[in-house]
């Protein structure tokens, strides 16, 4: 229990990063919109609010600070200014409001739409079984980063026309910029974005030099962009492809094998999963997706003045929605803090929601669902090594970095 008359949050503190739940109940409680004068930033914790936040449109709310801004950008303020934000080159979309965002959204879609997505299942399955063919016979071995992570690193390759022998390295590249500075709370992501865009820009450039005919069309579509004026350059090209890379690698193993965690922490929830796998699984994983999802807050600037959840913000001002909060809002869900399979889940924020809703959104519940399944099928029993498991504290994404399992 924290102490309500001394009660402060900041997001970058460490104690809020070892645990930010506590925090949530708080902020829900007494706080529900809570000012942070030094980042000169608000930070809304119900589920209604967060709703309101994030589907907020007409470019009132914009990430032109960026969607994940590290304190010492915060602690920059706007005061009432926000300067434009400059388009050649063309910077990441997620800086971008209507409609450069969906223009450079729409041109990379493709591959993510349902009929694209349902394609992929059987090269998913045999995926997850291969790797499983080699880690079961060793007894133990991380679930997070030697199968969910390798599964959900390959697809981007997939995605990408990489060579799924890189996974191994693009889970480690993307995950090097997830690892939170202890003293000050942010993300080492100008090191981890090098790393991402040193290894999309010679498949973009492959592209280009190939034609670019729709045969990769993440990449393609983004090639044969006519909106500009003039093609965009293959940096261009990469940069708007950093968030599928590092979105698509980083979050699903965590989910995965945090799901199968709590699993396996309520026997008797486990006994009924796996009474019908083939069904039960897709319902386990809405509650697991509630529950276990990592991402914890997304930022945006105000653009003019607006009223989030009744409260007045200021344009320059900066608002931050905490997703990890709103999936524990007592207002939404009964016993928030109780995994409970087949609770039901009408709404969930674990992907966003408005404008910049997960683009990933079908892939990562196939990949969730295959993960689960599959090593559920082959295993019967299964444990964790909890005193080697590790959930970095970490301001962003709270998640199990890694999670050691043992086979029976
Ligand atoms: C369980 C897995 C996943 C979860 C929980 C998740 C969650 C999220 C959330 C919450 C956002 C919203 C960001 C915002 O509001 O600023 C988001 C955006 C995004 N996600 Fe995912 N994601 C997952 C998997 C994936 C996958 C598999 C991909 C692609 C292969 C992906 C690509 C993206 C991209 C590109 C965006 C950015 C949208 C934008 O701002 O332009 N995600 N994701």
Same mark, same amino acid.
């Given at each position: &229990?924290?102490?309500?008359? !001394? ?14 739940? +506590? ?14 004068? *030094? ?22 709310? @914009? ?20 300067? +434009?934000?400059? &388009?050649? +080159? ?23 739409? #349902?009929?694209?997505?349902? /394609?992929? *299942? ?5 995926? /997850? ?22 599964? !959900?690193?390959?697809? @981007? ?9 890189? /996974? ?33 820009? #010679? ?13 990769? #069309? ?23 492809? @950093? ?50 999802? +990592? ?11 607006? @009223? ?6 200021? *344009? ?60 559920? *099928? ?14 970095? #504290? !970490? !301001? ?13």
């Amino acid at each position: &229990m924290l102490d309500e008359a !001394s009660f402060t949050y900041d997001p970058f503190a460490r104690e809020v990063m070892n645990n930010p739940l +506590p925090f949530y109940k708080e902020l829900r409680a007494h706080h529900r919109a809570y000012f942070i004068p *030094k980042y000169d930033l608000w930070a809304f914790s119900r589920f209604d609010d967060v709703v309101e936040l994030l589907g907020m449109g007409d470019n009132a709310l @914009v990430g032109t600070d960026t969607s994940l801004p590290p304190p010492e950008a915060l602690l920059r303020h706007n005061n009432g200014v926000i300067a +434009p934000v400059a &388009m050649d +080159p063309l910077p990441t979309s997620n800086l971008l409001g209507a409609p450069d965002y969906e223009i450079l959204r729409q041109a990379h879609l493709k591959p993510f739409k #349902p009929r694209a997505v349902a /394609a992929l *299942k059987g090269q998913i399955e045999a995926l /997850a079984n291969t790797l499983l063919d080699d880690l079961l016979p060793r007894g133990r071995f991380d679930l997070t980063l030697d199968y969910g992570g390798i599964v !959900s690193a390959a697809m @981007v390759c997939h995605l990408l026309d990489l060579p799924l022998g890189l /996974a191994r390295e693009v889970l480690t590249t993307v995950n090097a910029g997830t690892i939170t500075d202890p003293e000050t709370g942010g993300l080492d992501t100008a090191t981890s974005i090098a790393g991402c865009l040193d290894i999309i820009r #010679p498949a973009v450039a492959r592209r280009r030099a190939a034609g670019a005919d729709g045969s990769v #069309p993440a990449i393609d579509g983004l090639i044969n962009l006519d909106h500009y004026g003039r093609p965009l350059t293959d940096d261009e090209v990469t940069m708007q492809l @950093v968030c599928v890379f590092i979105g698509g690698t980083e979050t699903a193993p965590k989910v995965a094998a945090h799901g199968l965690m709590e699993l396996a922490n309520h026997p008797d929830q486990l006994a009924e999963v796996r009474k019908d796998l083939d069904a039960n699984v897709d319902i386990a994983i809405e509650e697991i997706l509630r529950f276990c999802a +990592p991402a914890q807050w997304f930022a945006r600037t105000a653009q003019r003045d607006v @009223v989030i959840g009744g409260q007045k913000i200021a *344009k320059g001002q900066r608002v931050i929605a905490l997703m990890g909060s709103a999936a524990r809002d007592e207002a939404e869900f009964d016993q928030p803090d109780e995994f409970i399979w087949n609770r039901p889940v009408p709404r969930v924020l674990s992907f966003g929601h408005g404008q910049r809703y997960c683009i990933g959104v079908h892939l990562a519940r196939l990949e969730l669902r295959i993960m689960v399944r599959e090593f559920l *099928k082959r295993v019967p029993s299964y444990r964790f090594d909890m005193d080697r498991a590790i959930r970095r #504290p !970490s !301001s962003f994404q709270w998640g199990w970095n890694s999670l050691p399992v043992i086979i029976d």
